[in-house]
């Protein structure tokens, strides 16, 4: 491969960079100071809140201290300044495809590398609700979680951690026995700064965010709540696996449940982990399983493909979004409904649809489409909220206060439904009472309620 200039990538496994972009001259002395701080290496694996760190540090970081890979670097493609970091300014090296060869590119500095994991099924779970929500917003065929299964490698994160990380080729890793796979690992993980599990984002977040003057928090990225609210799909739990399959995903998958039992908990202190030992029985190549992996992924790829698609709920919701944006709100109210009927699960949509439909003077028609929503998720205290006004606005002041209490008991913090409640004549000592009730207080007339 050959970078622009003439500069060639003899292999992916060891990528050739001569020279950093020129920046101009106060440009480079302003971040004089960035050259001699640390690395951080954040190998991002598929679903371990990595998504969550990446946005926040491309939001809050000076330009060029952040960088993000966008595609893994193969023998023979040929690479742009896009595919390698600055060196002068980069501080933050993240995404799935780094690997620790971009380290040379650093001499002198201090290297601290970053990984968050993930209990195995859990894992799994998530990856693949994801990737159906994905296909279904894009107007793809979905298929089963088994055929997820076996159309990826056994050990996901194993395989994803010595494939990307360390570097290593398919072919080696199919010859290549579990035990020794597990060695190269635990010896890997031992020299990193940080090793723990995905709810441990915060936790990254606020230790590098002083160093790279960035907020300590960060809002929540590519959940999948978020994403079943848009698309209606029905999340596969681990509640909905049998218990054989449950116990199936384990025994084919020692390697990823050993690095998770072992390393999960390591924290700031990964040299002090003392893996625990491999069984010998557990010890296989996994040749049989990469043998047969082509055909569940054309299988797989069919399905996508072929089987089951359907327009993409991706197109009506953006162009309904850019309506409301623009405030036409029959367009919006038009396409929201589109995309209803392409995604009619999608609570979220049916919320934006009530949004529209009560700005055209449609209110009872929005109440509506606020108690659809309620169905599909009753426990988001917005929605209550919006059924509220719904409700207010049609002088049904009653039930417009059970809504508003019922946001305010599923969210307590919710000031938007206390401040409702006491414009409908409700003494802030009632409402704090109501809140703590176990029981619905009991509807309340319109002369009743201070509202005149």
Known sequence: MTMPGGAEIASADAPVISGARQWPAATRQEYAAERTGPIYCLLHIPKTAGQTIQVHLAEHCAPGVFWQSQRRLRPGRRASAQDFPDIDRARVISGHHIGRSLERYFPGREVRRIVLLRDPLQMQLSFYNWKMMDHLAKGWGTYSFSLHLRALPRNFMTHFLLSRWVE??????????????????NRALAGFWFVGAHSDCDRVIAAIGADLRVPPMAAPRNTSAEAQAHTGWRLVTAQSLSPSMRAAIRAKNPLDYALWESWGAAGFEPAKVRPAALSAQRSTTGLAHELVRPWFRLRRFVRREWVGRRPPSTGPVDRANSARDA???????????DALRVIPKASAIWVQYGHALKELGLVAEAEQAYRRSLQLNPDNADTHLQLGHALKLQQRFGEAANAYLAAARLDPTFGHARDEL???????????????????????????SGAG
């Open 422 to 448: 006491i414009g409908l004549g409700w003494p802030a000592q009632r409402i704090a009472g109501a809140v703590r009730a176990s029981e619905p207080e009991p509807e309340i007339t319109a002369a009743g």
């Open 327 to 337: 405030g036409d709100w029959e367009l919006a109210a038009r396409h929201y409904r």
């Open 168 to 185: 290593l080729s398919q072919p080696k890793l199919m010859a290549m026995s579990d035990t020794r796979k597990y060695q190269i690992l």
